[in-house]
């Protein structure tokens, strides 16, 4: 995985099959290790929430009022909100959105989100930020090691019928999502999953929804997964919804 600087996103944006960016990271500050111990001991929780039509200053004040504020420091707490917020201005550049949809979460992994694609409006712009802030990173594959999407829908159907058909009985519904999840056969042959090292930014390229469930090509969006299994994490994905007016 190639890591890149802030000063070359957007060129590196527009290249032809760029579906994920990875933000070249410092080494940890102390901060980041505060607020990694206190989510791997459950101490610092936010419940799983999807909040859409968010401004910029909306998200701030929602993070300020929600961010827990006695399972670490003031300045943790604030390096956090920062880092946030930095990450959404850095989507607003690459893509003049004006809205914006949160999803944060802390939890340990599970079935709950296998290889998928996320997706955006029809009209909206299509790159969005993803960053796991401790803990097992995200799984992924290029556009190269897909056959087709033809092949990974078929394959996310698959999945989808097991989620609802078992939904009553987890145990044998996690079973039988690790043997799919293990072996995905939409994969060319030799095709491996890579991971991004946590507390790596990803920008990365969302789908239109009109277009999911088509036979699009392999690079208009990144396939990815949260781990099975580990630490609790700290998960921020923020999606574009809505381009600023053209003046």
């Known amino acids: 995985m190639t890591t890149i600087g802030f000063d070359d996103l ?26 990694q111990q206190a989510v791997e001991q459950g101490a610092f929780h936010v419940p799983r929430v999807d909040l859409p039509g968010l401004s910029l200053d909306g998200m701030a004040t929602w993070l300020d009022r929600n961010l827990p ?3 670490v420091s003031r300045d943790t707490r604030d390096r956090l909100l920062s880092d946030i917020l930095a990450l959404t201005y850095t989507v607003e550049d690459l893509t003049s959105a004006q809205h914006y949809r949160l ?37 992924w594959f290029a556009g190269d090691d897909i056959r087709s999407m033809a092949a990974f829908y078929r394959w996310l159907q698959t999945r989808d019928r097991i989620v609802r058909t078992l ?20 994969l060319v042959p030799g095709a491996r999953s890579r991971r ?6 990803v920008f990365f ?18 396939v990815h997964a949260s781990p099975m299994e580990g630490a609790r994490r700290l998960v921020v994905n923020i999606s574009p919804e809505q381009r600023l007016p053209v003046q």
């Open 10 to 35: 957007p060129k590196v944006a527009i290249q032809p099959g760029t579906v994920a960016m990875f933000l070249h990271t410092p080494a940890r500050e102390p901060w980041e290790g505060e607020l």
């Open 69 to 71: 504020t006695s399972a």
């Open 103 to 139: 999803r944060i979460f802390t939890a340990p992994p599970d079935r709950r989100c296998g290889y998928h694609v996320d997706t955006v409006p029809a009209a909206a712009p299509l790159w969005g930020c993803l960053k796991v802030y401790n803990g097992a990173g995200t799984n």
């Open 167 to 186: 939904a009553n009985d987890p145990p044998h519904r996690d079973a039988a999502l690790q043997v799919l999840d293990e072996k995905p056969d939409f």
């Open 196 to 201: 991004v090292a946590s507390r790596t930014p």
């Open 205 to 222: 390229k969302h789908l239109p929804v009109d277009r999911f469930w088509t036979d699009h090509e392999t690079d208009r969006a990144w």
